[in-house]
């Protein structure tokens, strides 16, 4: 889940004793939790502290209280709320939309609640009787079929993405879950909020983990955003750019060398200049020896 209710009521009344370390230990788990849907693991609780840039003393506080056995049960409610409302869609999309009112076998017809039938046109064909005027039988020779009005088709909403076998993720559905949540946390505490997600940005994370090997993906995207370059830094580092440079950007994580514009302006430069050093050189040695032929001669 990408997205979950917040009560700021609830939310202050439980954790009203809480420090201001322990609150943010609590807001970072209950964000992981979420993003993963799974337990959270407190054997290592010290990759955990690092991850979540929390002391381990306030994280095993809020893991004692809020999340007993790695599990918060309030959460876990959360979540099988979302699948359940998953399953009713994906029911009533696979029967054509919500179901439809029928009208009732022997509906009463009135001069006031004109009802269609067999032997009653449509509403919309019925006019008002007077003393000047008789009422039209144009339609008493239609077929009943002719009379009833068609159907409205429903457009069911879409399904959610299937899950894989078993129920769990996909390798690409796991690996672009831990591409964005390794971006993210770096993201966050390099500009002090959370980058922006939508269904371009979840295109570019899907585009990335095609084509970085899984291993390596979370890892590049987290020190990527630790990069100084000109382009990435007036860009505000958003995904869209490491998706471009992918390739070039895994080479320097591999190589741990980030290479700037100004960097790259500098290496063009030197080179051109030992371009015009080596042609003086060779044309002084030519000079040189066409001397001492000379004088030999």
């Not at 979540?52 to 709320?81: C, T, Y």
Request: some cysteine.
């Amino acid at each position: 889940m990408h997205f979950y209710q917040w009560n700021i009521g609830d939310y202050a009344k439980k954790t009203q004793h809480l420090t201001n370390e322990e609150d943010l230990a609590y807001r970072r788990l209950l964000d992981m939790y979420y993003d993963t849907e799974n337990p959270v693991l407190t054997s290592g609780l010290a990759a955990l502290s690092r991850r979540l840039r929390v002391s381990e003393e306030a994280l095993k506080n809020v893991l004692d209280e809020f999340f007993p056995g790695g599990k918060n049960k309030h959460a876990d409610e959360k979540i099988a709320e979302y699948y359940e409302y998953i399953d009713r869609q994906k029911t009533n999309g696979s029967k054509g939309g919500r179901p439809k009112h029928k009208p009732t076998d022997n509906p009463v017809v009135s001069q006031n609640n004109p009802v269609v039938s067999q032997n009653n046109p449509v509403p919309s064909q019925l006019e008002p009787i007077t003393n000047n005027q008789e009422p039209e039988t144009r339609n008493q020779n239609l077929q009943p079929e002719a009379l009833e009005s068609k159907p409205t088709k429903v457009k069911s909403l879409p399904s959610a993405k299937p899950p894989g076998p078993n129920g769990t993720d996909t390798e690409l559905q796991a690996n672009c879950k831990s591409v964005w949540q390794e971006y993210s946390l770096a993201y966050e505490q390099r500009y002090g909020t959370t980058p922006v997600r939508n269904a371009k940005i979840n295109s570019a994370v899907k585009a990335f983990c095609q084509r970085i090997p899984a291993c390596e993906a979370p890892q590049v995207a987290a020190w990527w955003v630790g990069h100084n370059g000109h382009r990435y830094g007036a860009g505000g580092h958003v995904f869209g750019l490491l998706l471009q440079d992918a390739e070039k950007i895994r080479t320097e994580w591999a190589t741990n060398t980030k290479i700037t514009n100004g960097q790259a302006r500098i290496a063009d430069r030197t080179e051109g200049m030992g371009q015009v050093w080596k042609k003086l050189i060779a044309e002084a040695d030519e000079r040189e020896n066409c001397g001492s032929q000379q004088k030999v001669n």
